[in-house]
């Protein structure tokens, strides 16, 4: 894949590298991001996400961006290869691989794809994002789908993580209602603006997840242009799916289980029917102190 080295202008003088033109994903479907801090619950979020789009007859294809490929396990029930690793068994050679090979099938029609990621202490994120999409492209994986959700790994700090923003069309970001995760919110809000110099990535707006209340979220929300399009509190059924290898839809009903079904049917609603992107302002680090710090 041929990259060229440009200096937008993020205003921190960084070395971007732009996406080849020929690896954008195109055909009408819709390509969200979801980020947040490392434990918070992202690929819980993602897979549940994913099967409340395909409960709306949505076409739905989860891309797990993250070396403990464990995004898609409750969808398919197992942990499924990765990517990287099956491309390793063929020394590469991404025409000998088929369909089958490495995207596999969960709840509901849901198609599901783990990238992998490079050995600890080597090579980048950046780097197998963009072979996961320049595989599905080579077989026309993404022309039949309608949603595609990238559950991205923890904390961004570096371009290589960031790399799913060059593809999606909003960026969610789930957090707990703590100062530790609302910092590593502002973080991916800074990205986030830095990618909207050059791509097509704008704010979708923030998951409220494992927290009863949303003080703290809302303090930050009002403070920097974001908003919170769904809450799920700690509930017991959640944890219970993931242990279980299940999304929340496979779950026996119950008053709990229904309230999240309907939460996470409410928000596939909301961003199938359209999300006005937001133009939020991260803070900078002392400010955020000010801002939830205690005295």
Request: proline content about 3%; overall charge negative.
């Amino acid at each position: 894949m041929t990259t060229t080295l440009t200096r937008p202008a993020d205003g921190d003088g960084s070395v971007q590298v732009q996406q080849d033109a020929s690896m954008r994903i195109e055909g009408g479907a819709l390509v969200i991001a979801v980020y947040g801090k490392g434990g918070i619950g992202k690929s819980t979020t993602s897979s549940n996400l994913s099967a409340a789009f395909s409960k709306l007859g949505k076409r739905v294809l989860q891309i797990g961006c993250d070396p403990k490929h464990d995004s898609t396990f409750t969808l398919t029930h197992r942990m499924v290869p990765t990517v990287i690793d099956i491309l390793e068994e063929v020394d590469f050679h991404s025409e000998e691989l088929r369909p089958e090979d490495f995207m596999f099938e969960g709840f509901n029609g849901v198609k599901c794809v783990e990238s992998g990621g490079p050995p600890a202490g080597t090579g980048c994120g950046g780097y197998v994002t963009g072979q996961t999409v320049k595989l599905l492209k080579e077989h026309h994986l993404l022309e039949d789908t309608d949603v595609v959700i990238f559950d991205v790994l923890g904390d961004v700090v570096c371009g290589g993580f960031a790399a799913p923003l060059q593809h999606a069309d909003y960026c969610l970001i789930v957090t707990a209602n703590d100062f530790d995760s609302i910092f590593a919110m502002n973080r991916i809000v800074a990205a986030i603006q830095a990618k909207a110099k050059n791509y097509k990535v704008r704010l979708g707006g923030v998951i409220a997840n494992r927290s009863a209340e949303t003080d703290q979220i809302d303090k930050f929300n009002q403070r920097t242009g974001l908003r919170t399009m769904a809450h799920f509190r700690n509930v017991d059924a959640i944890r219970r799916s993931r242990l279980k290898k299940c999304t929340i839809f496979e779950m026996d009903p119950s008053e709990d289980v229904l309230e999240v079904q309907n939460e996470y049917l409410a928000l596939a609603g909301r961003l199938i029917e359209s999300v006005k992107p937001l133009e939020a302002e991260p803070l900078k680090d002392r400010e955020i102190f000010d801002l939830l710090g205690f005295d």
